[in-house]
């Protein structure tokens, strides 16, 4: 199986290629330049490998939440190769993404929940909370951050908290429980969707060319114009 990787959800762009499970070509590039870079990323890898968009099984996506504008262009782009080559797309969570790489860090008890965070500006997360076995434990969420916010989290039989994300930084001053542990070093990264668009590939979970949309998780609100006349 041979499947093209990519995530444009946050400020890093980046690409990966995998066949038969072993990453062979791995690009990315910083800032929000995804519009100019993300179509020289995937041709270096192609290249790279010497493999050619007609030989790809799938293009796996990071569908969201994150950036708007990352999103659209990553979204366009994958809707782009998967139909003019005819090949499957396939779309994973950028919350699903985040709480993998914990599961696969921690040493796993029953009693933790992973909680995947993403900055939405202001006091404000993308929230996802997961088992230890990657199920969802709650409907992906944008949340406000308050010191009072994360004790819902921890009902039930969980008695620790695993935070992933980039808005780590920010929950930390509002978080301060001694049962949360913050993973800051994990990111969004297309090196760490594999295993889960492979598992989407063998169960023929695909996507719609025609009709899919990223998982904004809230309406985008663009800002006032720019242009002055």
């Known amino acids: 199986m041979i499947f093209l990787n990519i995530d444009t959800s946050d400020k890093k762009c980046s690409v990966a290629l995998f066949v038969n499970g072993e ?15 993300l179509a020289g990323l995937v ?6 490998s010497n493999i050619k968009i007609q030989n790809l099984s799938a293009v796996g996506l990071c569908s969201g939440p994150g950036s708007y504008t990352g999103l659209r ?41 992973i909680i995947s965070l993403i900055d939405a500006r ?28 994360h004790k819902m989290l921890l009902a039930g039989n969980s008695n620790e908290i695993i935070v992933v994300g980039n808005a ?13 542990k913050y993973l800051d070093e994990i990111k969004l990264d297309a090196l760490y969707m ?6 989407r590939y063998k169960n023929k979970q695909f996507e719609s060319v025609a009709y899919f949309e990223p998982f904004y998780l809230k309406q985008f609100v663009p800002g006032p114009s720019k242009k002055i006349f």
């Open 73 to 113: 262009i990553g979204t366009a782009f994958t809707k782009g190769i998967c139909y003019s080559a005819n090949i499957p797309f396939i779309a994973i969570s950028s919350l699903q993404i985040l709480a993998y790489q914990a599961i696969n860090t921690l040493e796993k008890k029953s009693s933790q929940k």
């Open 168 to 180: 780590c930084e920010k929950t930390k001053l509002f978080w301060k429980d001694k049962n949360i």
């Open 23 to 37: 990453n062979i070509a791995h690009k990315q590039s910083e800032g929000y330049s995804h519009s100019e870079k």
């Open 194 to 199: 594999n295993e889960l668009v492979a598992n």
């Open 122 to 149: 202001r006091d404000e997360v993308y929230l996802g909370a997961f088992d230890v076995q990657l199920n969802p434990l709650l409907t992906p969420t944008n949340h406000i951050l308050t010191s009072e916010s």
């Open 43 to 48: 041709e270096d890898v192609l290249n790279k």
